[in-house]
């Protein structure tokens, strides 16, 4: 009897300890994924991080190795989302059509091309120069909507517009006026505006076609396409990166500002009724239900009626003035009239790859300070601008394709012929080759480009300043590069095979002079860099008594003469602005006179101002 009793009390002990060791077992499984889902949380951000930091440190990195970790970090970063989707029952699908927007791109590229950068679910290493452009887009944004960015000229009629907004609001009828903006359209509205007087003055003006470099057999272009044609010869972060372009390439680093500030712009072109073609003219800047005219090649808005304001697309089509006073008697016409752009094509400046789902997903990922445009609504922005009064359709512009087209075609010849190879890397290569004299120039162009002037004494960090004024290499030692082989080495230069020792001695004095270019690029963006934080006076020096110095000639110098001026008019000297506009220069000499010409109408109405004023006292 006893032993039954104490095989029961054996057994019940042993029953209560297996049922506590099951619920602890149990415990232990809850407690071990909860920490397996943090794990994971914590992988998916360090993946968007390492991507962010790569993209960050871009410039100085082996770029075939970052395209692959950039890849492998966004993929494992969709992969880990796809599970987190999983274990939640949500399921993600996958787009098996493109938007119809897409398909004028057809012109450009094959069905199957299209598709795969649309519809491809994962990434791979050809959407990285994507990435780093839109990362880079979005760092200038970031910090150029400042004031010290307001073009004086429109400054009066930006406050009569939040004037009119708070009488508007204040109103009690409550009914808003559609001639009214709202204090958001109008704030959207300034930001385009500073967008783009940034672009002007940071992006020196070319002329559309570049003559061909002597001595240089001109190869055939892929699809027809000339040779440094307008527009495409470049990238749009080619454009932002080197500095200048031409008026098709400003509008393109313009409109990449606007979508990383989430400001629907597009490319304005006249159609021909007879064969189709398409003519861009402008830049249409949508804000509420009206769009607003940027002119990149004149490098202004296109004043409004009585020249006040920036025109509107509507006031252009009904005003005849708006159009004619784009002429200066006696120097320029400007090729439009009214009727001429009573009906326009609005062009979107977006890659394909723009309207990928992946593009979407990994946009919603990236918050805070690691934010970007990846993935817009392209359907929907064509069909506001389509809305538009005087848009006669809405398609994707060509001209990123094409660049993509005209890109891979040059670089085939570059595999092919020496010289050819020389002249088409050697132009840019003092800030684009794995030098270290170019690595130094390119790090300063990536902080002038995130708006960081001064040194960080804390990372040990050289900003743009330093890093500009290191580039300013000695004359002594450029003179040397011809005889000094350690020199050579230093700037990633060595005697192919097959190139006779007078041709890579040409080749070598070319290269000097491209390293003067540099010394000269480096003290033209300082004088930027003055402007852009405000010492008007000190970047006016710098403009006017180094880049313009007569021993120190350069493409620069156009840009020059334009930045000299607006700085001494940010100082309040609108005469000696003026004068300077009018010295003529050549491929910006148009757009140079309307502002002097508007300057001159502004100084005239404040004189008057203050006249009426001191009568009255």
């Not at 963006?525 to 110095?549: C, E, I, M, P, S």
Request: aromatic share 8%.
């Amino acid at each position: 009897m006893r032993s039954n009793v104490l095989l029961c009390c054996v057994f019940a002990l042993a029953l209560s300890s297996a049922l506590g060791c099951r619920d602890e077992s149990s415990e232990m499984d809850r407690i071990m994924a909860e920490r397996q889902v943090a794990l994971q949380e914590k992988t998916r951000q360090d993946h968007l991080g390492e991507t962010v930091s790569l993209l960050n440190q871009y410039v100085s990195l082996n770029e075939e190795k970052a395209r692959r970790q950039i890849a492998y970090h966004t993929n494992q970063w969709l992969r880990e989302s796809d599970a987190r989707a999983k274990r939640s029952g949500t399921e993600i699908q996958q787009p098996t059509e493109i938007p119809e927007i897409a398909e004028t791109l057809g012109e450009m590229l094959s069905p199957e091309a299209l598709q795969d950068k649309i519809l491809r679910p994962e990434f791979t290493t050809d959407d990285v120069p994507f990435l780093r452009d839109a990362n880079t887009f979005r760092h200038v944004v970031a910090w150029i909507d400042s004031p010290v960015r307001d073009d004086l000229l429109f400054a009066d009629w930006l406050e009569g517009l939040r004037e009119a907004a708070r009488e508007q609001s204040g109103e009690e009828s409550g009914e808003d006026s559609d001639e009214v903006m709202t204090q958001a359209q109008i704030d959207r509205l300034q930001t385009a505006m500073r967008l783009f007087d940034w672009t002007v003055r940071n992006i020196a003006l070319e002329p559309e076609t570049l003559p061909a470099p002597p001595g240089l057999q001109i190869p055939r272009m892929p699809a027809g396409l000339p040779f440094e044609g307008p527009g495409f010869r470049q990238s749009d972060y080619q454009t932002l990166w080197r500095g200048r372009g031409d008026w098709l390439q400003r509008s393109g680093v313009f409109t990449q500002l606007c979508v990383q500030a989430g400001i629907p712009a597009a490319g304005l072109a006249t159609q021909s009724d007879e064969t189709g073609s398409r003519t861009p003219w402008s830049v249409g800047v949508l804000i509420g239900e009206q769009i607003f005219l940027f002119e990149p090649r004149l490098g202004l808005p296109i004043p409004g009626p009585d020249q006040t304001g920036v025109a509107t697309l509507a006031q252009a089509r009904k005003d005849a003035s708006v159009m004619r006073r784009l002429d200066v008697a006696g120097f320029f016409d400007y090729p439009l009239s009214r009727s001429d752009v009573s009906q326009s094509v609005a062009l979107l400046n977006l890659h394909a790859e723009t309207l990928a789902s992946r593009m979407k997903r990994l946009e919603s990922g990236l918050t805070g300070d690691r934010r970007m445009t990846l993935w817009v609504d392209a359907e929907d922005w064509a069909k506001r601008f389509d809305a538009v009064p005087g848009i006669a359709g809405v398609r994707i512009w060509e001209i990123p394709t094409i660049n993509e087209i005209y890109a891979r075609g040059m670089e085939l010849v570059a595999e092919r012929d020496p010289a050819f190879a020389f002249w088409y890397r050697a132009r840019f290569a003092v800030m684009e080759s794995g030098s270290s004299s170019s690595n130094n120039l390119a790090k300063g162009r990536w902080k002038h480009l995130t708006g960081e002037f001064v040194d960080d004494e804390i990372e040990g960090e050289s900003g743009a300043r330093t890093r500009y004024l290191e580039q300013r290499a000695p004359e002594f030692e450029i003179d040397d590069l011809r005889i000094n082989v350690e020199l050579q080495k230093q700037y990633g230069l060595r005697r192919e095979l097959g190139i006779e020792p007078a041709q890579y001695d040409a080749q070598l004095r070319q290269m000097q002079d491209f390293m003067r270019l540099g010394k000269r690029t480096a003290t033209y963006w300082l004088a930027l860099v003055q402007y852009d934080d405000g010492r008007f006076q000190t970047a006016h020096n710098w403009f006017t008594k180094r880049v313009l110095d007569d021993e120190q000639r350069s493409y620069w110098e156009d840009a020059a003469v334009y930045n000299a001026a607006r700085s001494i008019e940010a100082e309040g000297k609108i005469e000696k602005a003026i004068a300077t506009l009018k010295t003529d220069r050549n491929v910006s000499d148009h757009g140079n006179r309307l502002r002097a010409r508007l300057l001159g109408k502004l100084a005239s109405d404040s004189t008057s101002e203050t006249d009426e004023n001191a009568e009255e006292e």
